[in-house]
Each structure stands twice: as C-alpha cells, then as structure tokens.
C-alpha cells in the first residue's frame, strides 16, 4: 500500500549569528521569561513545532493514505544523508512530502534526484513552491493546505498529476476548515516545545506589499467544533504547555474566529495567550476581548514610523499619532505591547528610518519588546515580481531576516541599508537593555 512520508529537512547553518542580534535577543529572552517564567527556548532541534505536519497528516489520513513522520531536523543538512534516511523509512512508489523555507530548499532539491532514482515520488509545497521547477520533482503544491490536496496526493500515487495549483480567492471563504489537524506524529515534542500554536482562522484580508502572507488574499474561519477538537488534542498531548501562541494573522480580522476562541476556553483557566493583529484592528471592543480570552501579550505590525512609506507599500494606517493612541489602549489595558519592526524595506530612506528610532524612544515606557526583521523578497510577497530584477543573491540559504539584503532597495546601497538595521537593532537593545536592567 502506498504511504506518505511527511519531511522536515533540516536547517544548513551558513554563517554565524549576527553579534548584535545575539546579544539583543538574549535580553530579549530574559525579559520575555521575567513575564512567563515558563517560557524556555531549546538548545537543540525545533522551538516550535512544525504545525503543517499536523495538517497534512490529518488530510492524508482522510484520503485513505498512511503516513509517517520523517523528522530530520537534528541531522546535518547533507544531501546524501538526509536521502539514506529517508529512504530507510519509506518503500518504492511511497510519496515523500517536504515544505521547505528558503534556508532549506536548495537542500530538498538536491534530495529530490536521490528520492526519485529510487523509486519515490517527491512532492514540495510551502512558500518557496513558487520558484521550483516543476520537473525537479513530481508534483509542485502552490497554495494552501485543503482537503482538494488529498485527490492530487492520490492520483500522484496512482501515477497521474504534475503540478497543483490551490490559489484562494480574494474575499472572505464560505467553506470553514473541518477537519483537525492530527498531532500523532509529533509526540516526540512533548516536553520539548515552549509553546503551542493554535488558528482559529487562517490568510488575511490585509494586502501589505511586504507582507509573505499577503498572498492568502482570504480569510477562512476554522469551524468551531474542529477548533474545540484540536484544543482537546493539544492539551490531552501537551499538558505541560500553558501558553499559547494564536496564529491567525490579524487577530480580530474574524469576529467569529475571536468568539469561538473565548468559547472553547471559557472552562479551561490557567491559559495564556500571545496574538498578533493591525494596527487598523485595535480598538475598545477588541481590547475587551483579548481580556476575556487571557491574552498576555499583542506583536503589533509596526514596520517603520514612517506612515507615507508604508502608504505606498499598502499597509494602511492612520499615522504614528494613532499608533501612539492603540498602543497605549494596550498597555493601559495590562497587555504587554511588542512591535514588529522592519528593516531593509524597498521603499525606506534616512529619513524614515530616523522616524523610526525616533518614534521608538519617544514610546519605549509603552513597549514591552521588538521582533526585528530584515525584509526578505520571498516569492509570495506581492512586491517579488517588481524587486525580482533587483536580487542580486540567489543562494538561498542566505533568504534569512536577520542577514544583510539579498536584493539592492531603491533608495539606499544595500550596506547602508544593513547598517541603518543594526542601529534599529541597537535602538530596540537599549530600550530592552535599559528596563531589564531596573528589573535585575
């Protein structure tokens, strides 16, 4: 009987942390457990585990498929090794399911020829699918996870199919997710993972032109009876695990998905609670739901102080007097505020960066942390196809957000680029640096 084989590659490791980050983040990890003393991170494999496991094993599952898990994340990332294992776990005609980011796609096609002149059939997915070939393997997946998935797995195992296309349509869905993802796999993380992973809806109807998940261009809302199951399952699976992290991209961007997340764990106390929204999100009403649900801490997209760039790239907003209000309705309202900030964007200049640090310090009472990114032209950012003349660095495993550029920006070299993100990096170190201090 033909069976799926679910991989996760390892992660090549191709040049060492940058210093600054390093040190940043350890403050960063320390302020963080001040608050959540239960927070760990490991010091060896996943921090997180691999959430499209889960769902991919569920859909296989509902196909009539067996699956196993190939969890190849300890080991050096060597083609020929990383095949022998694969091998040894799978039979001739077996699918083989990899979804590598960036850091690790290279590495998947240099596996996929071993794979193949053995008699397995390769199918890639996940966000890089775009750049693939689709004669390097058997089946290329662009799209989202669905169950129209599992016919394409089925007639690929009985020899038909080459490329399959899943793209949603712009608007909110009609249909809901109903199935739950199936965590069998991943017992392996008990006790391992710092934090749990949940979507009560998934994509975004937000358009962000930076953004690598703007090309969801929809919003679909998990039904209620699947979440309530998945929280069972992670909870009966994990019962150390006391955090969660809600993975929906604009928390309250579905007033459903906010609503059933209050419900299912109106009887399960002692949770707490991590989201991310908009800016264009926050307000009164969604503070008060947050309280109701535990939510300990907001990632607010931030991206640069100035509002006239981020108007060209898409984001709305109602400029850094409004940030200002929504972020001290948060912190009044007891949520830890952390920001997502962005360097390396097309469109910055020395002045908005300047706006930037300056708008920084000037809130630093109301800001608990950073997430700091250095802009990556993924394929599905909706600007790749425009700055795809402009990528002058196509070795994939140096796609990395904390990195220098890997494209040339439109008004600045891409050094000086790098350097106004290291004082962006140094700005957020001293604001973090300085309160952890007073709490030491």
């Known amino acids: 009987m033909t069976s799926a084989v679910i991989v996760q590659l390892p992660f090549p490791s191709t040049a060492e942390p940058d210093p600054h980050l390093t040190r940043y983040y350890a403050d960063y990890d320390a302020t963080f457990r001040a ?44 083609p020929e090794g990383c095949a022998e294992a694969i091998l040894a776990d799978s039979s001739p005609g077996d699918l083989v399911l990899i979804s590598p980011l960036a850091q690790n796609l290279r590495l998947a096609l240099h596996v996929a020829p071993l794979l193949r002149r053995a008699g397995r059939k390769v199918v890639l997915g996940g966000n890089m699918a775009p750049l693939v070939d689709p004669d390097e393997v058997d089946l290329v997946h662009r799209g989202q996870l669905t169950p129209a998935l599992v016919g394409r797995l089925v007639g690929l195992a009985r020899g038909t199919g080459r490329l399959s296309e899943n793209l949603p349509v712009l608007g909110r869905a009609d249909d809901l997710i109903d199935w739950v993802p199936d965590y069998r796999h991943l017992d392996g993380y008990r006790g391992q993972v710092p934090l749990l992973r949940l979507n009560a809806s998934h994509g975004c109807l937000y358009r962000c032109s930076f953004c690598g998940d703007a090309w969801t261009r929809q919003l679909i809302l998990v039904h209620r009876r699947a979440l309530e199951a998945e929280v069972d399952r992670l909870t009966a699976r994990f019962p150390e695990a006391r955090l969660f992290y809600i993975g929906d991209k604009t928390f309250g961007q579905s007033p459903e998905a906010v609503r059933n997340l209050i419900d299912v764990f109106a009887d ?25 649900l535990g939510v300990a801490a907001v990632e607010l997209g931030f991206e640069s102080g100035d509002s006239e760039l981020l108007k060209r790239m898409s984001k709305l907003s109602r400029g850094l007097d409004d940030y200002g209000r929504k972020v001290r309705l948060l912190h009044d309202g007891g949520l830890r505020v952390v920001l997502n900030v962005m360097g390396g964007l097309d469109e910055e200049t020395e002045e908005s960066h300047a706006q930037t640090v300056d708008w920084l310090w000037q809130h630093r009472e109301l800001l608990w942390l950073f997430n700091l990114y250095n802009f990556v032209p993924y394929p599905l950012v909706p600007d790749f196809a425009r700055l795809r003349p402009r990528i002058f660095d196509w070795d994939f495993a140096n796609w990395r957000e904390d990195a220098p ?36």
């Open 268 to 292: 399960r106390p002692g949770y707490r609670f991590i989201v991310q929204t908009h800016v264009m999100q926050v307000r009164p009403a969604i503070l008060e739901q947050m309280q109701a």
């Open 35 to 78: 608050d959540f003393p239960e927070y760990f991170i490991p010091q060896d494999g996943l921090w997180e585990m691999p959430l499209w496991v889960a769902h991919l094993t569920a859909l296989v599952r509902s196909g009539g498929l067996d699956s196993r898990f190939c969890d190849l994340s300890r080991q050096p990332a060597q």
């Open 405 to 440: 550029p890997v494209y040339r920006p439109r008004n600045l070299t891409p050094d000086r680029s790098w350097e106004l993100f290291q004082e962006k990096v140094a700005r957020a170190g001293r604001i973090v640096g300085e309160r952890l201090g007073q709490l030491t």
